[in-house]
């Protein structure tokens, strides 16, 4: 079976959208695949993800391991630090809309991604609903109309962001790694808009291990293709679209050469809503995963439906 691959493409810094982003689009245009891009569209604090090194646990191997500073530039690091964060939507007002008119999906990541990353879980339930509204304020104003979608900063979701996300009728979120989509629960409250969770691992969290090199990822996502499921990539506009476009573009092109269907994310949600009882529930937990650092919301064993 050719199998079936959505790409989440993620926007995290002004470098990413200004640059990552035409590379990517010009690489996803060759090969004809569709993709879900989600932008952080506020200001680019990258710099103070930094001072991560001294509170999270593998933080500054993962620095060295991927070689952060030649993935993100210097100029990046330095951004909510030494340098004032740039807004991000801002600097490229015309590129958001060029990406739906190339028929790509756009999503929001965010506003202020550093901010959601390291501080979600100790924001109160309306400074995390305001986040939200920041960002569709300006992706409403940079697209003219809401975004229908929300991927969360660094994969941290919680009661408060899926509310907030029900309250602005968004139709469907990516918040979390998992195996297949599902309406998020938190203790006994069970969320009402669907995610469709990341389910491969990512290239910057393969890197370097065991001697892993972008073709092993490459091929790592081909093999889990053939299980039969939808699989969901999370690519990052700083990483495939920077040092490692090569590596996408060959994804994409041994991807169309075996029969691969690429799908927006948009697309299956709005499928899977046409029979929303067929969706399980499944609780929301705080997991390690190798190669990332800190900790990750990811999909738990599926809750029993309501008797
Ligand atoms: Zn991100």
Redesign the pocket.
């Known amino acids: 079976m050719a199998g079936r691959l959505g790409l989440k493409i993620?926007?995290?810094t002004l470098e990413g959208f200004c640059k990552g982003v035409p590379a990517l689009m010009e690489v996803l245009d060759a090969h004809q695949v569709k993709a879900s891009f989600f932008l952080?569209l506020g200001p680019d604090n990258s710099g103070r993800a930094i001072f991560r090194i001294f509170r999270q646990r593998g933080f500054l191997e993962k620095m060295w391991r991927t070689r952060a500073p030649a993935l993100y530039g210097f100029k990046t690091m330095c951004y909510g630090t030494l340098l004032p964060g740039p807004q991000i939507g801002a600097a490229a007002p015309h590129l958001a809309p060029r990406l739906a008119a190339a028929g790509h999906e756009v999503g929001l990541?965010?506003y202020d991604?550093v901010r959601w990353?390291d501080h979600l879980f100790h924001l109160p339930p309306e400074k995390v609903a305001r986040e939200i509204a920041q960002a569709q304020k300006t992706y409403t104003g940079l697209m003219g109309r809401p975004a229908a979608a929300f991927?969360a900063?660094?994969w941290q979701c919680s009661l408060s962001s899926r509310t907030a996300l029900a309250a602005q009728n968004f139709l469907y979120g990516s918040d979390t790694r998992g195996a297949t989509p599902y309406f998020p629960a938190f203790g006994s409250r069970v969320t009402s808009v669907l995610e469709i969770p990341t389910t491969l691992p990512t290239l910057d969290e393969l890197l370097g291990f065991h001697g892993c090199r972008p073709q092993d990822f490459t091929s790592l996502v081909l093999a889990r293709l053939d299980r039969g499921l939808p699989q969901v990539l999370t690519i990052?506009a700083e990483v495939e679209g920077g040092p490692f476009l090569g590596e996408f573009a060959r994804l994409l092109a041994r991807g169309r050469e075996r029969g691969v269907e690429f799908f927006r994310l948009g697309d299956w949600a709005r499928e899977l809503l046409q029979a929303p009882e067929a969706i399980p529930a499944a609780a929301v937990t705080s997991q390690r995963l190798p190669g990332r650092a800190g900790r990750v919301s990811c999909q738990g064993p599926p809750e029993a439906p309501p008797s």
């Open positions: 993620d926007v995290d952080a990541h965010g991604h990353h991927a900063p660094g990052h």
